[in-house]
């Protein structure tokens, strides 16, 4: 089990980070520990999932690693990033059994979710 991910964000992000990973993926904010959130950045949690955002001076956005995670809502996710100018890549059907698409947060993270494929 992994107790959650940490992407990188630049100095002063936060509200954009709160009205991405809130506002469009519909995580819930986790308060940070007092002695952590001095040194900025902020904690998401939702659908199984913790992502943490930390800053990073020299930032530099992941674009390759990233996390993946599973949506129940994958279209209308999908629908609702693209509304919102964060363009979605639909993944090819390299893993069987799977759904799945690309997009980058505000600060140029790789970001994946999938779903699994139901039968019928």
Known sequence: MIHHVLLACPRGSEELS????????????KAKPPAL???GGCWFTGYD????L????DFHPARKAHPALVRPDLDALAARLA?????????????????????HDPH????EFLAPVTAG
């Open 49 to 52: 999932a913790e992502l943490h």
């Open 83 to 103: 509304a919102a100018g964060h363009p979605v890549t639909w993944g090819d059907e390299e893993i069987p059994g799977v759904r799945r698409f690309h997009t």
């Open 37 to 39: 959130a001095a040194r």
């Open 18 to 29: 709160r009205s991405f990973y809130v506002g469009l993926l519909g995580l819930t904010e």
């Open 54 to 57: 930390g800053v990073e001076d």
């Open 108 to 111: 140029g993270n790789r970001l």
